[in-house]
């Protein structure tokens, strides 16, 4: 079936660098996309959401892109600190509030010192 | 604003036994919840939705007999996990949309289920 996947399943990066974690999805139909935030043990904490009308959205230290010609996602991470050690998921969703989201596989962001 | 509670966040239930998970929104109204299952080191994948006042929809592969779920307010949603078997043992996670929600989709702390 249709699903949203990673490319990366661990990303390493130096504190302070930046990081680009990338996301293809096949549902063409997908029109909100979502990051999401997981640490171990706990709920997905919302990031960053884009929709299908944009391709660029920026946030505090985040920035997402999307490229619906190739299907393609990224979240971009400025200045890399400890605190955003992490499982990151990619989500989409093509059918409103009505339905769930369908996760990517997860990329684990390791901030190393 | 848009905070979802889960309880419990962790428990251990013998095998054959039936466990229950609450998933509360606390400062808004959710119309429409949804469930999710993650096993280690897995992502989270969709297990049922549920609207208030009415039966839930699950995704296929889910055992709706096994895995009740019953939205009876605006507010609150349950996930029983009935006669539950080691292989049940995961981490449940719910998540509420709601109008008032800023974020359309806001997710709970997680509840690990452990069946021995």
């Known amino acids: 079936g249709e699903s949203v996947g990673l490319h990366l399943p661990t990303l390493s990066v130096q504190e302070g660098d930046n990081s680009i974690i990338n996301c293809a999805y096949s549902n063409s139909a997908s029109d909100y996309f979502i990051w999401y935030k997981q640490e171990s043990g706990k709920g997905p904490q919302f990031i960053i959401d884009i929709r299908s009308n944009m391709d660029k959205r920026q946030g505090q230290r985040v920035t997402v892109l999307l490229n619906k010609t190739v299907k393609h996602l990224s979240l971009q991470i400025a200045a890399t600190q400890p605190g955003d050690s992490a499982v990151y998921f990619c989500a989409e969703n093509s059918g409103g509030g009505a339905d769930g989201l369908t996760f990517g596989k997860g990329t684990h962001l390791i901030i190393q010192p | ?116």
């Not at chain 2, 959710?30 to 992502?43: D, I, L, N, V």
């Not at chain 2, 779920?69 to 507010?75: E, K």
């Not at chain 2, 509420?96 to 289920?113: D, I």
Request: glycine share 6%; charged share 15%.
């Open chain 2, 1 to 116: 604003g848009a905070v979802v509670s889960q309880h419990p966040s962790w428990v251990i239930c013998k095998s054959g036994t039936s466990v229950k998970i609450e998933c509360r929104s606390l400062d808004f109204q959710a119309t429409t919840m949804f469930w999710y299952r993650q096993f280690p080191k897995q992502s989270l994948m969709l297990m049922a939705t549920s609207n208030e006042g009415s039966k839930a929809t699950y995704e296929q592969g889910v055992e709706k007999d096994k895995f009740l779920i019953n939205h009876a307010s605006l507010t609150l949603s349950t996930l029983t996990v009935t006669s539950a078997h080691p292989e049940d043992s995961s981490f449940y996670i719910c998540s509420a949309e709601g109008q008032v929600s800023r974020y359309g989709y806001t997710f709970g702390s997680g509840t690990r289920l452990t069946v021995v």
